[in-house]
């Protein structure tokens, strides 16, 4: 294509909701006078010339294209060799008249002269034959003809946006059009991604983000699918074309700045409009419809637009009112009015803090009140941390020196430019061919499923994994959240059969990026966006067992399960075994952020097939990270990205050519190797070792794999370090051993040194959290059951023999943790100890004793992995895991687990009195520790304050409340068990009320009909009774109500709380007889006078005071 423009600014993107017409698209404005001249140094400066030589230039030109125009009814087109020329540009656009502006056209000095050929003058547009000058004009490629802009018809949006962009693209007229299709087919593909690149204005690398990246290699990565949209013919409101492309990102580009304040999607018509209008955004993309383009980012704009809360403190019908108001702006496509008013409130919201460290109690609560244990977790102990503001300056050691740097400068070092591919690294031959119908298997059901395990804060639109969650699972919106999780599955499999253009999916793969504090260093955490993360779960569990075909079992860390464990395993039987003489465990550089990308989605089509395509989609193009709480932003060219589920299943195959190179390279001498992600493991003597470690430091690099050997060690055999100091001058050597993947590989006295800096470091977490207990008991009870406790859970599965360290942390958790909950000033008594360690189910708290479980855990680790270590220890190249026997192992180890508490409290039971044994009974009822079990989420309001849960506890082991009075207004002594039977004061009857009141409520939102408190039953009027019967005309039952058991039937029930410890019902031999003897006592009251006069059907509902009832 030639065109006259000017050459200053050939790269220049068209300005988001340009209204520019045609003409300025296609000739640009000049540059100002106070603009430096800034021409391409590629082009070359030739001295003014006259406008005679002018005129003959483009003559030689054009007779040059005629020669040459034969070619064109040929599939293959070969354009002729050309120079590039400048020639003057006037301030108005025109050629010939400013000397100190230039342009750029397409000469070739050797073309015969034509200078007479007055009919087919260049001057002259070849459609009008006026003035070619006059306006904007384009030459095409195939006849050489020119022309006004304005009189040709067969330039579309798309194509405008090429030709501002790069004057070479490709253009032909309507008569080369129709003599050449599959020229044009192949011009219009190429010149499309230019397109992408300029209105879309995505930056293209973290050093200067308005140069694109340069390809340096040619990888065999699959083209990009054709489509049957075009978004210059697309319609959405009051927009048209490029105007909702424009309109779409200018409105993407601020809401990804916004801070998050989202409110909840309501439920009635407003919520379910909202769920449709996000079905249709997802729709437009998996039907390739017009609107393709800019779907993917209508869907993640649409939440941040249209729930803005309107105020700090607004309510659910402000929410509605504004969200039915701006989803008639979103159909109309007033994307204006939309930002404005976000904008309006963004402005108004506080700056939020960054989040410190000595405000981590308030962080911890606030995270355990909405549910997330794992995030509240991160505030306790060493592992606090903080976010990191980016123009601060940080101190890193690097190779023994203490660097100073800008965490914006780190940030950046860290997600580097991207390294070309070796012609050694990309696998040849032929690929299998995966069949489309594999991903049927993703249906609306799975995404449904996979949003409910999804966690996690919110990506760059702002919508976290519970606002997905409630649109795709929540029964309140009916058949909408079923449509949407249909598209979505709809959605995965396109993304998982067919390649996509990537500048379509360029919001999907967003994300947020965190700085967090490392001390010392940057930790840099992102945040994808919830849909990818869904999505890519989905994918993940479909394709499963390919990817675990491909890695497993020398690559752990895809998905096995166990598979940390079982390498830990492995790598400790390797090194007990006497033929071995060393162990080395590397750790390479900026692992994930410097894998090369583009080898990997070449290599990944021959690993894995059956996920190339999404992976390819999701990592063909640099993914944006936005810099949360700033308006910077850079990006993802190498690596995988955080926040994204497919990210570990593409690193580890992408390292499997290099573990195949080395493992083929290292096959005679003996050594054995296992991967975690970037972590390898490798074993044998010390040569051979010293072979694979050379193999992997020559290999790596081509894969993006840097062996890092100031954070690699080798654990060697007593007497072998001196030996193996000259065969590996630059890793750290060891005799005593070292930590791997969380546990310790070495002597007994390493694994002493390290389990003792563990136990340590736990016993300050437990001082933390037993601080925490003080103020809010049952958060910090929940966060150290779900929390806490996995820490050491974990250590003590992966690392025998350390049950004698473990009794430090158990007497921590004694002296400090336990008194706390309990509001006690003293520790417990060995009995009660005895019955905390035992599982909730079984009537404790599970405070389990550490020294009495960690060798028995260890033990059923080592069953439950049994298989894949034994595949990793013999070397094998395929892993088929036997579910079956897996299935057969943890049944058994669940049984033995079960077993051995039942010992511990059968052994208890024996010691204890007949009071207690009873009140162990009672809070080992099913239910009677459902309240101790659940999460405290506020939004379910399961939050007990300070002095409910302390009084909970107190009542569950009939211990003495705190801050009770010592005697009872009835004179007597104020015991539990006297506060749960005494009638002065009216406890009593309030517990009854209250329980008769909440099943009411729970009746009628159960939809019975005609519920009613406390009705008086019919008179007897002489009906004869058996004896026993309540017979007394005033005589009332607690709660009526119809359509409980059938449908307009009417059904009674009368409430009855006992006590279990009272001296009436301690003559009973056990729990349940005590059930059974009230029951049949209300029936003996009730049941014959309601079935033969109210013509009803009589139920007795009876509870106890520790959380149980029993209905019939």
């Not at 194509?159 to 219009?188: M, V």
Request: overall charge negative.
């Amino acid at each position: 294509m030639q065109t006259r423009s000017k050459a200053a600014e050939p790269e220049q993107p068209l300005s988001p909701g340009s209204e520019a017409g045609l003409d300025e698209m296609i000739v640009q404005e000049p540059l100002s006078d106070d603009e430096p001249d800034n021409v391409s140094e590629k082009t070359q400066h030739i001295p003014e010339q006259p406008a005679s030589e002018q005129k003959a230039m483009l003559m030689q030109t054009r007779a040059q294209h005629r020669a040459t125009a034969a070619e064109l009814n040929e599939v293959s087109y070969k354009p002729t060799e050309e120079l590039f020329v400048e020639l003057p540009l006037s301030k108005s656009g025109n050629i010939g008249e400013d000397p100190e502006r230039t342009q750029e056209i397409n000469v070739d000095h050797d073309a015969p002269d034509v200078e007479n050929d007055e009919e087919n003058d260049p001057w002259l547009c070849f459609a009008c034959k006026e003035d070619l000058w006059s306006s904007g004009s384009v030459g095409c490629d195939g006849c050489s003809e020119w022309f006004h802009v304005g009189c040709v018809c067969n330039i579309s949006e798309e194509q405008r946006a090429i030709l501002a962009s790069d004057e070479e693209s490709p253009w032909f007229c309507s008569d080369c059009k129709d003599r050449t299709p599959s020229l044009l087919s192949q011009a219009l593909t190429e010149g499309r991604d230019k397109a992408n690149d300029v209105l879309l204005s995505t930056p293209k690398s973290n050093s200067d983000l308005t140069e694109p990246v340069t390809n340096y290699v040619e990888c065999n990565i699959p083209p990009v699918g054709t489509s049957n949209g075009d978004i210059a013919k697309a319609k959405w409101g009051k927009l048209r074309g490029l105007d909702i492309l424009s309109g779409v990102n200018a409105a993407y580009k601020k809401v990804v700045k916004w801070q998050r304040n989202i409110f909840q999607v309501p439920s009635g018509k407003a919520g379910k409009a909202f769920i449709e209008e996000l079905t249709k955004a997802v729709n437009y993309f998996t039907a390739s419809s017009n609107l393709e383009a800019v779907a993917m980012t209508m869907t993640m704009i649409l939440p941040p637009l249209l729930l803005q809360k309107p105020s700090k403190n607004s309510k659910s019908k402000d929410h509605v009112l504004h969200l039915e108001k701006r989803l008639e702006w979103w159909r109309n496509g007033d994307l204006d009015l939309l930002v404005k008013e976000g904008d309006a409130i963004q402005k108004r919201l506080l700056r939020r803090k960054v989040s410190r460290a000595d405000n981590k109690e308030k962080m911890f609560i606030r995270l355990m009140l909405l549910g997330k244990v794992s995030a509240a977790m991160r505030w306790v102990g060493e592992h606090s941390t903080s976010v990191l503001d980016i123009n601060s300056v940080t101190e890193t050691v690097v190779d023994g020196r203490v660097v100073k740097q800008k965490v914006i400068d780190t940030l950046k070092e860290k997600h580097p430019d991207p390294e070309p591919s070796q012609e050694d690294s990309l696998l040849q031959g032929p690929k299998d061919k995966v069949e489309d119908v594999i991903y049927q298997n993703i249906e609306g059901e799975l995404i449904e499923r996979c949003a409910k395990q999804i966690s996690g804060s919110a990506g760059p639109s702002g919508l976290d994994s519970d606002g997905w969650k409630r649109i795709l699972c929540s029964k309140q919106f009916g058949p909408a959240s079923r449509e949407l999780c249909n598209a979505i599955a709809d959605l995965s499999r396109r993304l998982s059969s067919h390649y996509i253009n990537p500048h379509y999916l360029h919001a999907y793969i967003a994300c947020r990026l965190v700085p967090l504090d490392k001390k010392p260093g940057v930790r840099p955490v992102g945040i994808g966006e919830v849909l990818r993360r869904i999505i890519g779960k989905a994918i993940m569990l479909v394709t499963k067992n390919d990817i675990l075909n491909a890695t497993a079992p020398l690559q752990v860390c895809a998905g096995l399960s166990g598979g940390a464990e079982a390498a830990i395993h492995a790598i400790r039987s390797m090194y007990e075994d006497d033929k071995i003489e060393a162990i080395i465990l590397v750790d390479a550089d900026n692992a994930f952020n410097r894998l090369n990308r583009q080898t990997a989605l070449h290599n990944i089509q021959y690993i894995c097939p059956e996920i190339a395509p999404y992976i390819v989609n999701t990592y063909r193009t640099p993914a944006r990270l936005f810099i949360s709480n700033t308006d910077e932003e850079i990006l993802s060219q190498e690596g995988v990205t955080q926040g994204d589920n497919s990210a570990m299943a593409k690193y580890s195959c992408s390292l499997m050519p290099l573990i195949n190179i080395v493992a083929m390279k290292c096959a005679d001498n003996n050594t054995k190797q296992v991967w975690y992600a970037d972590d390898a493991a490798s074993s044998g003597k010390l040569n051979g070792i010293k072979q694979w470690w050379d193999q992997l430091q020559q290999n790596g690099p081509m894969f993006g794999y840097f062996p890092k050997p100031s954070k690699t060690w080798l654990i060697v055999k007593p007497g072998l370090k001196e030996r193996a100091a000259k065969l590996f001058p630059d890793v750290k050597i060891t005799d005593e051993g070292h930590k791997y993947l969380g546990s310790f590989i070495g002597t007994p006295e390493g694994m002493d040194n390290f389990i003792n800096n563990k136990v340590s470091d736990w016993m300050k977490e437990v001082d933390d959290i037993s601080d925490i207990a003080k103020r809010e008991p049952q958060l910090a009870y929940s966060g150290y059951i779900y929390g806490l406790s996995k820490r050491w859970n974990y250590v003590c599965r992966t690392t025998p023999g350390i049950s004698y360290q473990m009794k430090r942390l158990d007497y921590k958790i004694r002296e400090s943790f336990i008194p706390a909950i309990l509001n006690r000033a003293y520790s417990c008594t060995d009995v009660n100890r005895r019955i905390f360690a035992l599982p909730a189910r079984d009537g404790g708290l599970s405070l389990y004793n550490l020294s009495e479980t960690s060798d028995m855990e260890y033990q059923f680790s080592c069953q439950a992995t049994s298989g894949l270590t034994e595949a990793i220890l013999n070397e094998h190249t395929e892993y088929h895991e036997d579910f079956q026997r897996t299935k057969d192992i943890k049944e058994q180890i669940t049984k033995t687990r079960k077993q051995f508490f039942k010992c511990k409290r059968d052994e208890l039971v024996s010691e204890l009195s007949p009071a207690q044994k009873l009140q162990l009974d009672l809070a080992s009822e099913k239910g009677a520790s459902s309240w101790l079990t659940t999460l405290p989420v506020k939004e379910f309001g399961y939050v007990l304050n300070k002095q409910e849960f302390n009084d909970a506890l107190a009542l569950r082991y009939n211990m003495n409340m705190k801050d009770a009075p010592r005697q009872c207004f009835c004179g007597e002594t104020n015991t539990v068990n006297h506060l749960l039977m005494c009638k002065t004061g009216g406890y009593v009857h309030l517990r009854h009320d209250s329980l008769r009141d909440v099943f009411a409520e729970l009746m009628r939102n159960a939809g019975c009909k005609d519920v009613h408190t406390e009705p008086n039953l019919l008179k007897t009027d002489g009906v004869q009774l058996p004896a026993g019967s309540n017979t007394k005309d005033d005589a009332r039952v607690d709660i009526s109500a119809r359509s409980f058991w059938n449908p307009l039937e009417r059904a009674l029930f009368d409430v009855r709380v006992l006590h279990p410890q009272a001296p009436s019902n301690r003559s009973h031999k056990d729990i349940p007889s005590m059930y059974q003897h009230h029951e049949n006592e209300k029936k003996r009251h009730y049941n014959a006078r309601i079935l033969q006069i109210e013509k009803a059907t009589f139920s007795p509902l009876v509870f106890t005071t520790i959380y149980r009832w029993n209905g019939t």
